[in-house]
């Protein structure tokens, strides 16, 4: 357990739903970023947090997603009108600055 | 639960021997690798990382070599045990920036 926690684990839904993940970084870590996983591949950037500011986007991230960590804690990551091309494992991890990512456990998301 | 990187380069080693696991990096600028270990249904796990101003760095069980002229990186794993069974992914980062990029993985099998 790397300290950092996200919601659900697992989330199962429908072509066309509105789906959002929570992620809870380690308390002191001012740097939050989110990945996507897909089978057979590696993490791939998605956005990234300095406290509450969002520094970068990945072009990854159409208008269909939505990142937010509104106090500079807990982020959330919504994703609308999903299609089924968004099935992927989604990462957050957090690091205290430069250097070592520790990764949460990831949602495993699939639209059927 | 399901398997990451069904697809991925596979290396199989008997139980006590060693491994080598071996990642070519992208960027000639970077100065910071990671070498991370995700099991099954799970968030990468950090094992081990190195600074661009060595070439080996140890742990416990654990050795990564770094040879900045071919732009390589190494995970020497000793005495592989059946817990060492998943896919093991580098990643390399330029301090003092946010974006880490991964590698595509290998999956370590651990025969009995």
């Known amino acids: 357990d790397t300290g950092v926690s996200q919601n659900p684990r697992h989330k199962i839904t429908k072509r066309g739903q509105n789906v959002t993940f929570r992620c809870d970084p380690i308390?002191?870590?001012?740097?939050l970023y989110w990945y996507r996983q897909t089978l057979g591949q590696g993490p791939e950037f998605l956005t990234y947090?300095?406290?509450?500011?969002?520094?970068?986007k990945s072009r990854l991230l159409s208008d269909r997603f939505s990142a937010e960590r509104p106090k500079g804690s807990f982020s959330t990551l919504e994703i609308q009108r999903t299609e089924q091309g968004d099935s992927a494992m989604y990462l957050c991890a957090s690091s205290s600055g430069p250097g070592t990512l520790f990764f949460g456990p990831g949602t495993r998301l699939t639209v059927t | 639960g399901e398997s990451v990187g069904l697809h991925l380069p596979t290396l199989s080693v008997q139980e006590g021997d060693n491994s080598i696991i071996n990642c070519a990096y992208s960027n000639s600028a970077s100065d910071y690798f990671i070498w991370y270990k995700q099991e099954s249904g799970k968030g990468p796990q950090f094992i081990i990382d190195i600074r661009s101003n060595m070439d080996k760095r140890q742990g416990q069980r654990v050795t990564v070599l770094l040879n900045k002229t071919v732009k390589h990186l190494s995970l020497q794993i000793a005495a592989t045990q059946p817990g060492d069974s998943a896919v093991y992914f580098c990643?390399?980062?330029?301090?003092?920036?946010?974006?880490?990029?991964f590698g595509t993985g290998t999956r370590l099998k651990v025969l009995a």
């Open positions: 990643a390399e980062n330029m301090l003092g920036t946010y974006k880490y990029i």
């Open positions: 947090f300095q406290n509450e500011a969002q520094l970068e």
């Open positions: 308390s002191e870590h001012n740097r």
